[in-house]
């Protein structure tokens, strides 16, 4: 039972920083209609500037200066790049999106070179024992952070001028821009946001207990897409929903990888994308996400 516990709690932790990848697959497909296939690089180039420059920096302002640094890139690519295919079909700026990924990952991982970089949080390796259940100090970090940068998103979302932009944007561009949104400044401003908040997630990929960042750690990025996806690509609900489903099942089915050796070795790591077909073939919009309707 202490183990379950354990794992579920573990599982909830890596969940919620699922969640704000997942967030940010959302957010940009809200405001434009488009995958963006270059998150993995935004969280990558986030995490990258917090590790190196914790030691001139300190934590705090390292990690300001990463999910800063992060957000730059994310509009950078959305006004440099995305911004002169606009009117183009969705399948193609997806397209785009993966050759700016490439790109980017690639100049990333040659700095990174084979180092393992630690991103130097306070945290370390200590552990928090409550009575037979013991939980790493950065996992409740992460869930306390995550818990709230997904509430003041949400409210942000509704409440602020920016959020009914965004609303707009999703839900008629057109008539938006009729209306007097900017749809280049909705479109810039969602790239920013999910650039940060890839940042704030690359922090909690590479702390206690996993070794630090490596030029592995943007493929974390891939397990967070099945999340967005089952949650609806279209909700910001589906996005912490599947966040949390998606670190549940890859944490229960790690731990208990023994028990499903039937299955084969490395079942948490394909746990995720078996839920995301099953919740897919029940629900091909996802768990939250807007059936469309056509009439014929």
């Known amino acids: 039972m202490t183990t379950l516990i354990e794992l579920l709690l573990g599982g909830l932790s890596m969940g919620a920083v699922y969640a704000l990848i997942a967030l940010g697959f959302v957010v940009i497909f809200k405001a434009t209609e488009v995958v963006n296939f270059a998150h993995a690089s935004l969280l990558l180039a986030g995490g990258y500037l917090t590790a190196v420059l914790h030691d001139d920096l300190g934590f705090w ?8 640094g992060a957000a730059v890139v994310g509009a950078a690519v959305e006004f440099l790049v995305m911004r002169r295919y606009r009117g183009s079909d969705h399948s193609v700026l997806a397209i785009v999106t993966i050759g700016v990924d490439i790109l980017l990952v690639t100049e990333l991982t040659r700095r990174i070179g084979t180092r393992v970089l630690s ?14 259940i013991t939980l790493a100090q950065t996992r409740i970090a992460a869930l306390i952070a995550a818990a709230v940068l997904i509430a003041a998103f949400l409210l942000a979302f509704r409440y602020t001028s920016w959020g009914v932009a965004m609303r707009a944007a999703a839900e008629n561009p057109q008539t938006a821009a009729l209306m007097g949104v900017r749809l280049g400044r909705v479109s810039l401003s969602a790239w920013a946001v999910a650039g940060a908040l890839a940042a704030v997630a690359a ?25 967005a996806i089952l949650g609806g690509l279209d909700s ?23 028990e499903l050796s039937f299955l084969g070795r490395g079942i948490g ?22 059936k469309e309707l056509a009439r014929v």
């Open 119 to 132: 991103p130097g949080d306070p945290w370390g390796d200590q552990v928090v024992s409550l009575g037979p």
């Open 236 to 258: 910001t609900t589906g996005a912490l929903a599947g966040g949390l489903i998606v670190g549940v099942v890859e944490s229960l089915a790690t731990g208990y990888q023994g």
């Open 203 to 227: 922090l909690f990929l590479t702390v206690f207990p996993t070794p630090g960042l490596e030029r592995a750690t943007s493929l974390a990025a891939l397990k967070a897409f099945p999340a």
């Open 61 to 68: 302002l390292a990690l300001a200066a990463g999910v800063a």
């Open 269 to 290: 790591d394909l746990a995720p994308y078996l839920v995301m077909v099953v919740v897919l073939l029940i629900r091909p919009a996802g768990l939250f996400g807007t």
